[in-house]
């Protein structure tokens, strides 16, 4: 038998003997209990995705795995208290067997169910914190090295130093201006223009070996 079909059983054992005051109140009391199971129901499936799918860890930074962890750490903790609270109910009313009250019952079937829920969220908390643990842990892969750089070819290294030497060839008119335009020598003026000269015939015999 289910939590809700024993708490089902328990309350038509109070409402048998209540008036309406009382029966809308418990009733209010059973709406509440849904709530609360309904939200942790929320976020237990959250918990569920994390611990099932091998890929869910793979999107967190180390930082963010370990901000996970704690998180979770202390949730582990919280859970175990709650259930140390809710078997000590558990005793508590069974010790008075068997003078217990309908309401009695009412509360001891929602603390065992709340002591199986709680072991069950605690397995999962702790797993999800071994899973934290040895996905921080894994050795990282290591870097593929670079593949060997491809030696270029007669025509590639025929077809850059032609295009480095034009140009070479191209600038020699720009900076043969700017050093003239230095000076108001005019002896200066033709060194400086035979230097370039010289400097173009040589560029042009060497552009001759890569056509």
Same mark, same amino acid.
């Given at each position: ?32 209990? *849904? ?9 237990? +499936?959250?918990?569920?995705? #994390? %611990?099932?799918?091998? @890929? /869910? ?54 603390? *065992? ?9 605690? +397995?999962?908390?702790?797993? #999800? %914190?071994?899973?934290? @643990? /040895? ?77």
């Amino acid at each position: 038998m289910g939590f809700w079909d024993e708490l089902d059983k328990d309350l038509d054992d109070v409402f048998k003997n209540s008036d309406d005051p009382i029966t809308d109140a418990l009733g209010k009391v059973r709406g509440d209990l *849904k709530k609360i199971l309904t939200e942790q129901a929320d976020s237990e +499936r959250v918990m569920e995705r #994390l %611990i099932s799918d091998p @890929e /869910a860890l793979n999107r967190f930074s180390l930082q963010e795995l370990e901000h996970q962890r704690i998180t979770v750490q202390s949730e582990l903790e919280r859970i175990q208290e709650d259930i140390r609270k809710q078997e000590a109910k558990v005793k508590d009313i069974d010790s008075r067997e068997p003078y217990l009250t309908a309401s009695d019952r009412l509360k001891r079937s929602f603390a *065992k169910t709340q002591v199986e829920k709680h072991k069950e969220r605690a +397995r999962k908390r702790t797993l #999800l %914190i071994n899973l934290i @643990e /040895a996905k921080k842990n894994a050795p990282k892969k290591p870097t593929p090295p670079l593949p060997p750089a491809k030696a270029p070819s007669p025509e590639e290294i025929r077809a850059r130093k032609k295009a480095e030497i034009l140009a070479r060839l191209e600038r020699l008119p720009v900076e043969e201006q700017q050093m003239v335009a230095t000076t108001n020598d005019e002896d200066m003026k033709r060194l400086i223009e035979n230097m370039y000269a010289d400097k173009r015939s040589k560029l042009m015999e060497e552009l001759s070996k890569w056509i």
